[in-house]
């Protein structure tokens, strides 16, 4: 690890019968000696708590402990994250075998933080415990059997309740209000889950010790906002498809929802990190060659990718890189999650070139000190419309039925449009975007995009017709505005508030079973996908129209001067050729719009005090070449096949930027 | 409403918790302002009993009381018609309420009927409760386990049984002899439901007000044919995809059981619903833009469409359309099933195209009073057949498993040809078939279509050869006399009873996996699909031979004359285009034969006392032409895209038939 | 029966019911006019024990009779082979109608054999009774608990219990460890039902009276090599796809585990069965026509290929060839398992193809006593790697996931391309590979085939090393070598103890989505699929290379000298064409080499005493030729479609072999 210029590592998170082998019984020593010469080789630790997999012991003392995936189906043992984390007797546990490692090693001085948990939230708690705590929750927020009766509509189907002991199961539940409601308090419980334990924690943990959980960012139960507002620093778990599926040109279908696949994903996924807490990030986990517990699926990353992935990630904003996992176990379910060294143990290909990678990142280390992403455009994230549209999504899938996929499918839609634009992005939570001042954030974000934002209470609206009215270009996909904060159909005429400041409206829509062509005056044409809005302009400019289908003549996009803004609505789902139109002439100007670049090239970018760092990186098997913007002079950036290089921009009072290259890459090899 | 000519509304059938918000509290005050209002507006109304969505506070009165879907698994609650509609406590409670309402609002003078339950038999029922149910009624039927284990072979890996408990429960059964009892079972314990409430209400109904229910057909738990003989008449919930699937030219795949896809499958609808009694019948609920429970699906009508699908339906039989549901509710399971009014509650375009239907309709009825369809052929359908089919398919489907559909597939594909062949059709139960007298039969259906027909006894199969012995013509299709009245394979050479009248037997048979094609030296060649029968002509004339495939040179289609009629049998599923050149071979003359017109026209006609009614309708995005007789020395028919025109024909004893226009339609605008 | 030449039926197997209708109380007498009957024909027979399917008052007596399917999900009764066969009241009831029917009948003179039960081991049994059986079973392998933590790796995830009752069950298991346990233990379990049954009906029988079970080979609960050690004969029930799925140079896809697709997997079916016990087997049940539970799938067998399937199987070792079933039956779930008679009972076309059969097998009958296949190579059979591959596969299906099939999907690519090359084929079990003396396999076949053997002790992979040390080809596949007794992954680089003797070894392995080209100087090229290992060449000739993909230019497969022999890698999984040409070189000359045919004729052979007996077949619907040897001066071997012919070959001193056709078939008709 030294050699290979590892500088931390992560322990102890998995092993719980091995810290408690009887009840109560700690067995400490055995890290010992591992944080001991961790610390000898200034390699740091961060010690994690094993409460993700219950020992057996505690299993065999109640079967309650089970977690229910749906009302009396326990989830089987014989994995992990199967309990039910509301149990008092597994916290009683939990709580016993933390504070006996804290209180062990928190003085150590390798240790410089704590990850709490791991991938909190995989599945939705049905016990009679947390359908209980559902109603006392519900009481809370809504007082009265009345008052829900009546928010959620419950006269239909004759579903009215006298009392709160009469509400239906959450299994056999079909009520928008009910769902999301219901997903909202899931999120919760995890969220009080993490901060319990981040709470114990730092009854031991010194100053400089942070902590943190790492995030799996699509397990069903969790609100990363919220959640890491209880702990100091995002971590997360980034997984990707490789070979192909990082060839720009070369479309490989995503096959699970735990990993991505594209170039544009890989940015995603640093992307939605930094947007947890708007903050830079650590990455816990990444690709070192399998992964996933699987012998059947191994993309080992294509000679260089392991350095394009993790600069990637850098670029966008972590703080760190580690990889899951040091070595490839031999026994047990993940014996084909490929580590760093083989199951030989004998250093190959994959250690080579994170080595190389490590020994980049520290010699880069200084000039990413305090160094932040870049973005040149804002695109708002709900967590409220997509947890209400994995039941009730607005978009069907191939086959006709329901696509549950429908948030994601819009929403990166947008956000890969920006990335085939040359633009870089900002992910913004919707309560992120409420807390800031309209004046600051069109100042940061010149446009701000909502691809879908169907939960929103009426001061969510407002606060966009504000960014608007304070000059900034607010651009509205489908289904924004539609419904109110309980996934209600608002009963104004849509996009509800904000027809006004849109000048536009709609009463009527339709499905579209294939793509619509769309005539854009403004920026060219393309194609609808999926939905499309009877839009009637009542102010507004009609700047793309339907050529065909249903609403054939009739506005497809308009877009309207509202106060010093604009407002854009874009009445269907644009494909992604039409939908990169829309963010280039949304989005006039690009951090880097002056260098000149075709893909597979990308240049991202940062800025880390008076200095911008730019990765070049070449996302191909030939190689390319990038120019520099002309007033910098600088020569033309070579790249080799899946190959990525850094350069370090200061401003040269005389002949502007100079570019620094890495110490080691003057002259390709 | 009544701006729009509605003249008919239904009311009350889904708030059960709202009329009795306790056990025993009846609140029914507040649909008296409805019905006052609607009564002033000269608005009729059908009063609706509530028993399909039971209270929360009933539902908590004992588990019990959730139907099963299988043994052991209650269905959840959370949507509406979970109940197992045998358990004593939920007919106590369900007498309570319907007499309350009853008692209330008989007198009203808007009333004019009642809608007992809502599309009843959603699915089969497994309580313990309902299986001893099905050993008493076996007990009923086979009187002792002897008989049982004889008649349903269960010698045969060592099923027989000494005593009715010891028999095995539905879910495990793969005996197609049980399938079919349990299936026969299940209808009548939803028959008898529905008429027992019709008997409660009943005792509160004035002697001009109707009872019915509103059935969705594909329903698994109906026999609608005996369902309506405890009603005063027919109502059907017809659903369709709109859009391109009422385009005719253009195939869109039908997605779900309860909707059809099709112009053809429209009128199909709506013949089957006149079949339940044989007589007109009420449209209680029906499409006015998206449709089904989701998000994620919306055909909203193309301009025009509306009129054409309730046109349709009037042509086949319908006396009444109403819309489901007068406004989009906002929140809910059925938010976006769209109503008369979108969620702004405002007027828009469907509003628009069903007042102008109803004006039409308005205008139209004293000519449509008594209306009868007018029908060139009659089909045979067999509830037992398609229950049968449900489980043990004769069709395998595209992946080579069980096509659970196959009575479907094999019966549409016999009406689709019908209706490409320009014929109009008369559905026909098997049992009513029988119940006629064979003269009259042949009269009045010179042909008669049995796509298949494999539950049969023998004396069903008698009154088939009877049939072609008075003179009809009897189109007989595969499967059709293999089986008896307990799908048993007959003992005999097939097709059984039918083999001597027929001309021709087989004791072999083959799936075809890809179609085969067929030589037809009298109507045409074409192609077979999915099975084929060994046929040996012995008397029968061959009419068809297969030109490929394992039955090569072999006969694929005899026909031989029997007694004054004639016996055709089809030992493969036709083709569509081959099924089409048979039924046009096979009903010579056609009530709109005399007219010219090609696809995407169609002509459909019934009697009213003297008057014969004419519907021309252009099922296409495209102008179109009918021409009348020639005889009549009527003028083209100019049809604009998506229009339907009704023309009211009165023999004139000088030039013929004379066509009047409706009548703001003389100018086509 | 008799006049179709049938010699031997089997009887009484699945009438539990009808034997004992009452508990304890036996009807045994129904079954002597049958037996009577038969012997008086000449006609032998076979009595099954009727124990798979338990009569409803048995069932009745304990619910906890039916096996579990998953912990807790008991088999729902309906079927047949329900039951928890471990069960004391099954075993105390089935031992009574056991001996009750064997001390009846032991002395009957057309009884030659016994068959218990019926196609053992459908399900993984999950009873309490039977996990509580394996915690025993663990205890005997492994004594205490810290050895089972440390050899199944349970520190990960923190699985590690303390006592054996804190194993987890079954059905949440994801330790590859724990899984291939559970299937060696359910192996057993149904080893010993077996094997006790056996032991009961051999106090009655006779000396010269056989006992056997029927093998269902896909079953997953069984080792087939284990089963019949406890048998005195193998008996099998092969099914196969007929029509176009039995015609070379189609490919039809395989549609279920239970029955195979291509002329060469009936073939190796044939070879599956002699594997058993490396002997001839007899053929308890085969197609007759339509096979299957269902209505709607009829591969009614082609004219001709009910000879060219039962003879194919007599060319591979079956002494017997039974047909599943005499006459179709009327009710229950086989109502179209077509039998040799339909349902008319009137003999038709197939009943006289099967006795045409009859009367060549009579006839042939003195020539086929002693008989035995020819095998030019032999393929190593993993019944450990199949089951561990099951659930933890190398390969990926179509859309990226597990492929269950893997096992058989690499193992089939190299039998069929032995096939392609006109090789034939020995499948020996890896322990009968291993019991053999290693100097007198090598002598048998020359080449052994390893199509992949994941799941190896030291001492297996060792004994392939001696075999090549002793003059033998080893051909070796992917995985082989990579795991270890409990599919641990082994810690040396890959091929493990395989890589000195094979000169190769690999640390790093990538999925192929897409088939990679191989350039083979040695053997011409092809494809790569599926897998490829990343070899380094230490010793071994390069043979092939990948042209592309993410290891061009890197060995695919290499070939070494060792002792006297050869060890040639396969590192990837050839496609067919490829692997054709790797067998054609590895195995030199095929026993048909001689013969001069091609494709759609095959030629098998066998020897018989000092006669050889070659069977010559057209698959296919075109007259086909094949040259004898030029040196036997023979005449050319003109076939019909459909066609196949028997030749007996015996020595003569001066012109070498002369062949003696069958003797009605001397002028082809």
Known sequence: MAEASFSVIRVGESVWATWEPEPGVYHLDWLQPVLDGAHARGISVVLGTPTYAVPPWLRAMDPELAGEEATGVRHPWGRR????????????????????????????PAIIGYQVDNEPGPFLLHNQRVFDGFLGWLEGRYEDVETLNREWGLTFWSQRIRSWDELWRPDGNHSPQYQLEWRRYQAELVTEFIAWQARIVREYAGPRQFVTTCISYERPAIDDRQLVQQLDVTAG???YMMQDALRIGVEVPRTAKWWSSGVWALFEQGDRMFSSAQAPFLVTETNAQSIGQSHWQHHTPYPGQIAL?????????ARMIEYWQWQTPHYGI??????????????????????????????????????????????????????????????????????????????DRYYRAAFEAGTQSRIVHA??????????????????????????????????????????????????????????????????RLAAAAGVWYDEYSSLDAPVGIDGATFGGGHAEGWADALVADGADVVAVYSSGIYAGRPAVTSR?????????????????????????????????????????????????????????????????????????????????????????????ESGAVYIPEPERVEPS
Chains 1, 2, 3 share one sequence.
Do not use: C
């Open 309 to 317: 992935a993790g600069l990637a990630l850098v670029a966008r904003g």
């Open 431 to 496: 309560a992120q975007f409420r807390e800031r001042d309209t004046e600051d954030f069109v100042a940061e974000f010149p446009t701000l995009v909502v691809p879908t934002l169907y939960v929103a209470d009426d001061g969510m609206l407002d606060a966009l017709v504000r960014y608007a009215e304070a000059g900034g270009h607010l651009v509205v996909g489908i289904r924004t505005g539609y419904g109110d904060q309980l996934a209600r159909a608002r009963p104004e005429r849509a996009p509800g």
């Open 81 to 108: 994250q199967e309990v039910d984390i509301t149990h008092p007797l597994f916290r009683q546990h939990a709580e016993g075998v933390i504070r006996a490692i804290a209180a062990k090693y928190a003085s150590h």
């Open 334 to 411: 993940e014996t084909y999650w490929g580590g760093v060294l083989p199951h030989s143990g004998q250093p190959g290909r994959i250690y080579r070139e994170i080595a190389e990678l490590g020994r980049r990142l520290r010699d880069l280390g200084p000039v990413l000190e305090g160094f932040t992403p870049d973005a040149d455009v804002a695109l708002l994230y709900s967590i409220d419309t997509k947890h209400s549209f994995e039941f009730y999504p607005p978009l069907a899938d191939a086959e006709g039925g329901p696509d549950g996929m429908s948030y994601l499918r819009i929403f």
């Open 561 to 653: 001067e509202h106060g010093a803004g604009r407002v854009t609505y874009v009445g269907m789902l644009p494909d992604l050729a039409l939908a990169t139109s829309i963010l280039r002439w949304a989005v006039p100007i690009a951090s880097a719009s002056e260098w000149q670049f075709d893909a597979p090239v990308t240049v991202t970018s940062g800025s880390s005090g008076d200095e911008r760092v730019w990765f070049i990186s070449n996302w191909s098997s030939e190689p390319a070449t990038a120019h520099p913007p002309q007033r910098s002079g600088g020569k033309p950036i070579v790249l080799e096949p899946w190959d990525v290089t850094v350069l370090v921009e200061q401003r040269d009072p």
């Open 237 to 239: 778990n980034p997984y």
